[in-house]
């Protein structure tokens, strides 16, 4: 993909919705760290689900301490390695009140260090919380880069690099969120909406998934 689309893809993205952002439920890093501690292998919705139970009751490193083991599962084991995600939480509290001052540290090795967060995760909290130009990298941005012809990768790592090279940088701020909105909605894993998408005569996919009841892809 040319530098002309590229910049015309991202235009439409902006257009489109100027103002993207998580679809995660939070008020603070702290709260957008755990839910996105909690999001692996669960949807959204899922873990907002179990927030809305969990914050009203903890939402700082020490209420979530002071709630108990028991009590953080019971909010939160409507969500997949309910058990996991709670020691995990569990411990990265801890290790934020003991280095951290209870904060959420701004800083890309500090986060990767605590329990349950990786790559991924550190580059969310970077981008939402605190303004980054940092690109995470989930299924969903993965497929829309390789499939669109945006920055193709065998690797998220990969794919990363080089959306962070290829991606305009008036752009940059926002690309996460438009890129995973637009693979979670619109170019879907299994069949992508070619027909309703904006985006279709810029991008890389061949053939374009036509509309269902006609007989020709275009």
């Given at each position: 993909?040319?530098?002309?689309?590229?910049?015309?893809?991202f235009?439409?993205?902006?257009?489109?919705?100027?103002?993207p952002?998580?679809?995660?439920?939070?008020?603070?890093?702290?709260?957008?760290?755990?839910?996105?501690?909690?999001?692996?292998?669960?949807?959204?919705?899922?873990?907002?689900?179990?927030?809305?139970?969990?914050?009203?009751?903890?939402?700082t490193?020490?209420?979530?301490?002071?709630?108990?083991?028991?009590s953080?599962?019971?909010?939160?084991?409507?969500?997949?390695?309910?058990?996991?995600k709670?020691?995990?939480?569990?411990?990265?509290?801890?290790?934020?009140?003991?280095?951290?001052?209870?904060?959420?540290?701004?800083?890309?090795?500090?986060?990767e260090?605590?329990?349950?967060?990786?790559?991924?995760t550190?580059n969310?909290?970077?981008?939402?919380?605190?303004?980054?130009?940092?690109?995470?990298?989930?299924?969903?941005?993965?497929?829309?880069?390789?499939?669109?012809?945006?920055?193709?990768?065998?690797?998220?790592?990969?794919?990363?690099?080089?959306?962070?090279?290829?991606?305009?940088?008036?752009?940059?701020?926002?690309?996460?969120?438009?890129?995973?909105?637009?693979?979670?909605?619109?170019c879907?894993?299994?069949?992508?909406?070619?027909?309703?998408?904006?985006l279709?005569?810029?991008?890389?996919?061949?053939?374009?998934?036509?509309?269902?009841?006609?007989?020709?892809?275009?």
């Amino acid at each position: 993909m040319n530098p002309l689309k590229r910049q015309q893809m991202f235009e439409r993205l902006c257009q489109a919705n100027p103002n993207p952002t998580t679809e995660l439920a939070f008020s603070t890093p702290f709260e957008l760290l755990t839910a996105v501690l909690l999001s692996a292998q669960a949807t959204d919705v899922s873990v907002n689900a179990a927030t809305a139970k969990l914050f009203p009751l903890a939402n700082t490193p020490r209420t979530i301490l002071d709630l108990g083991e028991k009590s953080l599962v019971d909010c939160i084991r409507t969500i997949g390695l309910y058990q996991t995600k709670a020691k995990h939480l569990r411990q990265t509290c801890q290790i934020l009140l003991d280095q951290y001052n209870g904060q959420v540290p701004e800083d890309r090795e500090a986060l990767e260090g605590l329990p349950g967060v990786g790559r991924k995760t550190a580059n969310v909290v970077l981008n939402t919380a605190f303004g980054w130009e940092t690109i995470a990298v989930d299924t969903h941005i993965f497929r829309v880069a390789n499939r669109t012809g945006l920055a193709k990768g065998k690797t998220v790592l990969e794919v990363e690099k080089k959306l962070l090279k290829n991606v305009p940088a008036n752009f940059r701020r926002n690309a996460h969120h438009w890129l995973i909105l637009h693979g979670r909605y619109v170019c879907k894993a299994r069949k992508p909406e070619c027909y309703r998408c904006g985006l279709s005569d810029l991008c890389d996919f061949k053939p374009k998934t036509p509309l269902p009841g006609s007989r020709h892809a275009f």
